[in-house]
């Protein structure tokens, strides 16, 4: 069993009369995660909310009638939240009537889920986010000098638990993960008008990692106006499957300063969006692949943490450019990724050591990862 980080961020938590939220993609691992802490418990009361009886309950649940379904259960383990109405009313409920009983749900997307807990369980939650499996969680799953080796594989299968538990059949999960999760799930939302246009665009969102985004340029080829490329681009978002960076801008007047990038929180999925599942030594796109890498374990890092860094890329309408800058507790960090371990010794532009002469620069090669996302 591969160990959660998050496991020990929630095991202090409970009996804090606090509800705990997790969201996360379907399929990164939050039901396995509660299983692992709770399935040797006989004090714990699951319910799914996918379940139309399940969400029944809910539409008619009062503190009497709680009480009297959980008896002496004292954990309540709400899986899928998001699909019952009202669940921020109901969880307030159970938190404010029922004071012994620890709630923890778990959601698959923020987009909906936070938009019903946020009001009415203001001070009265903890949430938390859960990524696909970590280069830090694989480490001390397997040893660094292994998942270093795994480096190119990674790049191509990505972290989703089922891909690293199913060697030799990655691209047959893959296919599975992208049909029912990405297609069945995020394209059936409410709002979503029109769902090939959708898929479109995260084929073409896909084919950009690295660069910057343009919605009008992204909108003319797959065939939307700009306002509803950013509003999907949001809700991808909000389904863990992308993330953005925007652009770093404080001291020179040619710095870009609404720019952004969009990269995948995993790039099995962003590979299999495109169809190419071929290795890192036969594709033109693997300088790309690094750079996602990295920053997607870097932010899964920062999140685990509770980290209140910020980032950005940075550059400047003379093309001048560095991949990711970080900002915490007052000190800037520059980071250039580089494949080739020979350009490891790539210099910071000038413009910008001019500009914040008091930052940090590196070059994170594949032999200097370790320094950078453990």
């Not at 938590?13 to 691992?29: N, Y």
């Not at 990405?182 to 939302?189: E, F």
């Not at 029109?194 to 995260?202: C, E, F, G, I, T």
């Not at 009008?216 to 306002?227: S, T």
Request: charged fraction near 25%.
């Amino acid at each position: 069993m591969i160990h959660r980080t998050l496991e020990d961020t929630i095991a202090p938590l409970l009996g804090t009369q606090k509800a705990i939220i997790v969201m996360g993609a379907r399929q990164v691992g939050k039901s396995t995660l509660l299983k692992t802490m709770f399935s040797q418990r006989d004090d714990v009361l699951w319910m799914n909310g996918d379940d139309p009886d399940i969400q029944q309950l809910f539409t008619q649940m009062t503190s009497t009638r709680i009480r009297a379904i959980l008896g002496t259960k004292r954990i309540l383990l709400i899986d899928e939240a998001q699909r019952i109405p009202d669940i921020g009313l109901r969880m307030k409920l159970v938190t404010d009537q029922v004071k012994d009983v620890q709630v923890i749900a778990t959601g698959s997307s923020s987009f909906e889920l936070a938009n019903k807990v946020n009001e009415p369980l203001t001070g009265r939650k903890r949430e938390f986010r859960m990524f696909p499996l970590s280069f830090s969680e694989m480490v001390n799953h397997t040893g660094l000098l292994d998942e270093l080796r795994l480096l190119p594989h990674r790049m191509v299968y990505g972290y989703y638990p089922e891909v690293v538990c199913s060697p030799g059949n990655e691209r047959i999960v893959l296919k599975e993960l992208t049909n029912s999760y990405l297609y069945r799930d995020i394209l059936s939302l409410d709002g979503i008008g029109k769902p090939d246009k959708l898929a479109r665009l995260l084929q073409a969102l896909a084919l950009q990692i690295g660069n910057q985004v343009s919605y009008n340029e992204v909108g003319q080829i797959v065939g939307l106006d700009p306002k509803t490329v950013e509003r999907y681009v949001d809700i991808l978002e909000k389904s863990y499957i992308i993330f953005r960076l925007g652009s770093f801008s404080r001291n020179l007047r040619n710095e870009l300063k609404s720019s952004r990038k969009i990269y995948f929180w995993d790039l099995g999925i962003r590979n299999a969006v495109i169809g190419n599942l071929s290795q890192v030594e036969n594709r033109t796109d693997t300088g790309a692949l690094w750079e996602n890498f990295c920053i997607a374990e870097r932010m899964k890092l920062l999140s685990y943490r509770g980290s209140f860094a910020q980032t950005w890329f940075w550059r400047t309408q003379q093309q001048k450019e560095i991949d990711y800058l970080e900002e915490e507790d007052g000190m800037l960090r520059a980071v250039e990724f580089k494949w080739n371990d020979r350009k490891a010794n790539t210099k910071v532009p000038t413009a910008f050591a001019t500009a914040y002469p008091n930052a940090q620069f590196q070059v994170v090669t594949p032999h200097s990862i370790d320094d950078f996302i453990l």
